[in-house]
């Protein structure tokens, strides 16, 4: 399936995708669930796969407006370096360990919605990565087990204020800029994708390629990023890990290749779909 969070109307609502439309998944569970981490903490994947089977899209999917594929996660881990053409063009060298930082809710923005540069930086870079979601949570997920946690898969921009990210050894300040990192524009379940594929990466700005990787080439695989994460604190259903950029980012080309107002910005990701974001100049004040 392919599940996705949107607003209709001032409403906000989740589904899945058929076709070109989109089935009310509060509609057709009869509102047991308020949202879709609701549904994933609820163990509802079943119930939504039932509720669909025969049923006629209740919305066009164009004339939706979607949002993060998880408006809410409680966690949002993000891993850093975890590519080594990424690390090399950083400077930096490779860790023993995943490093990861942390991202808030309202840093994300849905697909097909606008990532606003702000007036403080002209230097907004993208990075294009595969997020994970969380369908069962735990402390301490061993590696092995780690595939039977994951609800799902969508793409992620982590569009970065790269000096603003860079005025200390803390990245969070570059990292967490108001609805920069773009989260779409669904995510598609894990049974649809066969535990440890070999997925393509592939980031394209105004249509060019400027990035592209494989899983395989993670220095951190996806289960090692779990079993990482929950040691430190439980994973909970909705939470979300993104599993890094590869080499290509715009601040190490020469000269940089930053963002600007009007650009088109896509993140590829095999077997899940295309992340589309336009950037805009935002307004101070």
Same mark, same amino acid.
């Given at each position: 399936?392919?599940?996705v969070s949107?607003e ?6 989740f589904?899945?995708?058929? @076709?070109?439309?989109?089935v009310d998944?509060?509609?057709?569970l009869?509102g047991?669930? %308020?949202d ?7 163990? #509802?994947?079943a119930? $939504?796969?039932a ?5 006629? &899209? @209740?919305?066009k999917l164009?004339?939706l ?6 408006p809410?996660p409680?966690k949002i881990?993000? %891993? ?8 090399r063009?950083?400077?930096?060298e490779?860790?023993?360990?995943p ?12 697909h097909?919605?606008?990532? &606003?540069?702000? &007036?403080e930086?002209?230097k907004?870079?993208?990075e294009?990565e595969?997020?994970?979601i969380i369908g069962?949570?735990?402390?301490r ?9 994951? $609800?799902?898969y969508?793409?992620?921009?982590d ?6 990210q ?8 570059g ?5 920069? #990192?773009g989260?779409? &524009? ?7 994708i066969s ?8 980031t394209?700005?105004?249509g ?5 990787a494989?899983?395989?080439m993670?220095?951190?695989?996806i289960?090692r990023?779990? %079993?990482y994460?929950?040691t430190?604190?439980?994973l909970? $259903? ?12 715009g601040?190490?080309?020469t ?8 650009d088109?910005?896509?993140v590829e990701?095999?077997?899940?779909g295309?992340?589309r ?5 935002e307004? %101070?004040g």
């Amino acid at each position: 399936m392919k599940l996705v969070s949107f607003e209709r109307y001032g409403k906000t609502g989740f589904g899945v995708v058929v @076709d070109d439309g989109v089935v009310d998944l509060g509609l057709a569970l009869e509102g047991r669930f %308020a949202d879709l981490k609701g549904l994933l903490q609820g163990d #509802g994947m079943a119930a $939504a796969s039932a509720a669909v089977q025969g049923r006629t &899209p @209740d919305y066009k999917l164009s004339g939706l407006t979607l949002l993060p594929v998880i408006p809410n996660p409680g966690k949002i881990w993000c %891993a850093g370096l975890n590519y080594g053409e990424h690390v090399r063009e950083t400077g930096r060298e490779v860790s023993e360990q995943p490093v990861f930082f942390l991202r808030v809710p309202d840093s994300q923005v849905g697909h097909g919605q606008a990532i &606003p540069r702000p &007036p403080e930086s002209i230097k907004l870079d993208y990075e294009g990565e595969i997020a994970i979601i969380i369908g069962k949570g735990g402390r301490r997920i061993a590696e092995a087990d780690a595939w039977d946690h994951i $609800a799902g898969y969508a793409c992620y921009n982590d569009a970065s204020v790269r000096d603003w990210q860079m005025h200390s050894q803390q990245w969070c300040p570059g990292k967490n800029f108001w609805r920069t #990192g773009g989260f779409g &524009p669904w995510m598609v379940t894990a049974d649809e994708i066969s535990a440890g594929a070999v997925l393509s990466l592939v980031t394209r700005l105004n249509g060019v390629e400027v990035q592209r990787a494989t899983t395989e080439m993670m220095l951190h695989s996806i289960p090692r990023q779990i %079993a990482y994460a929950s040691t430190v604190a439980p994973l909970q $259903a909705g939470d979300v890990i993104v599993t890094g950029t590869p080499g290509g980012i715009g601040a190490k080309r020469t000269p940089p290749l930053w963002m600007k107002a009007g650009d088109v910005v896509e993140v590829e990701v095999e077997r899940v779909g295309v992340l589309r974001n336009t950037v805009v100049d935002e307004l %101070a004040g």
